[in-house]
């Protein structure tokens, strides 16, 4: 059973950093891309960043680039979002998502799916 959990989500000012992590258990293959996506209310869920498996390859959302780093740790099953520079905007449930091989930017394409995590930028 696959599960994924994210944490590190919070309150947070303006102008502030925040990392976030997504706990993996269960997947069998040593394949698996990660992504974060986030969903701010009433928006869709949107991608925000990807790594494949061995981490060489990272992939950002264009107005994200810059702010937000992905990284991961396959010793640990773990996949790190260091956020900078948080703006109000960015103020929406962040999820972890796993699919085989490739990052892709289509919620759809992604077959496990974390709880998410809250993450609120005041001004």
């Known amino acids: 059973q696959v599960q994924l959990v994210e944490s590190g989500g919070g309150l947070v000012r303006a102008g502030d950093s925040l990392t976030l992590s997504c706990a993996a258990s269960g997947l069998t293959s040593r394949d698996y891309a990660m992504a974060w996506f986030r969903q701010a209310p009433g928006n869709e869920r949107e991608f925000a960043a990807g790594i494949t498996w061995s981490g060489a390859y990272t992939h950002y959302a264009d107005s994200l680039m810059g702010r937000f780093t992905i990284s991961r740790d396959n010793a640990k099953n773990t996949v790190y979002l260091q956020m900078n520079s948080l703006k109000p905007e960015d103020t929406a449930a962040y999820y972890c998502?796993?699919?085989?091989?490739?990052?892709?930017?289509?919620?759809?394409?992604?077959?496990?799916w974390g709880q998410g995590t809250q993450v609120t930028v005041s001004s």
């Open positions: 998502a796993a699919r085989r091989l490739l990052v892709s930017r289509r919620r759809v394409d992604y077959d496990y």
